[in-house]
């Protein structure tokens, strides 16, 4: 109940602080690069426009993967950076299985200077548009 009164008195910097977390949200999530859809990466790599990169475990990656993609897992991408230095002038876009550990690998990579996005909602959102996936390496 306190809280609401709180809220209602201190009604501008209640407003001030929630403007002021989503900027931070939106800001963070910008520095993990923009989220793009299933259609548009399509579109992207037909037109050699970018590479996919994926970053589930290497095992998760074996039993389904996009046409194309590379693997280094999400663990791993600080010390294996050195294998995407002949893609720095291209976009990478990185997947993962639901879309929660792109954002961490997509910091790493733009720290570096790579243009990095990201599939919105990773495998699973590829798998719900009904887009095919290979098996193997």
Same mark, same amino acid.
């Given at each position: 109940?306190?809280?609401?009164?709180?809220?209602?008195?201190?009604?501008?910097?209640?407003?001030?602080?929630?403007?002021?977390?989503?900027?931070?949200?939106?800001?963070?999530?910008?520095?993990?690069?923009?989220?793009?859809?299933?259609?548009?990466?399509?579109?992207?790599?037909?037109?050699?426009?970018?590479?996919?990169?994926?970053?589930?475990?290497?095992?998760?990656?074996? %039993? $389904?993967?996009?046409? &194309?993609?590379?693997?280094?897992?999400? *663990? =791993?991408?600080?010390?294996?950076?050195?294998? /995407?230095?002949?893609?720095?002038?291209?976009?990478?876009?990185?997947?993962?299985? %639901? $879309?929660?550990?792109? &954002?961490?690998?997509?910091?790493?990579? *733009? =720290?570096?200077?790579?243009?990095?996005?990201? /599939?919105?909602?990773?495998?699973?959102?590829?798998?719900?548009?009904?887009?095919? %996936?290979?098996?193997?390496?």
């Amino acid at each position: 109940m306190d809280f609401f009164i709180f809220v209602s008195e201190k009604w501008f910097l209640f407003a001030l602080l929630i403007a002021l977390i989503a900027l931070f949200l939106l800001t963070e999530q910008n520095k993990s690069g923009k989220t793009i859809g299933t259609s548009e990466l399509v579109r992207m790599t037909n037109n050699d426009q970018a590479i996919v990169v994926d970053v589930r475990p290497s095992a998760e990656f074996d %039993l $389904g993967h996009i046409h &194309g993609s590379r693997n280094i897992p999400h *663990s =791993k991408i600080a010390s294996r950076i050195a294998e /995407l230095e002949k893609y720095r002038s291209t976009i990478i876009v990185l997947v993962d299985k %639901l $879309g929660q550990h792109s &954002g961490g690998a997509g910091k790493v990579l *733009s =720290k570096e200077g790579y243009d990095v996005q990201r /599939l919105r909602g990773g495998i699973s959102e590829w798998q719900g548009a009904s887009l095919p %996936l290979v098996t193997g390496k």
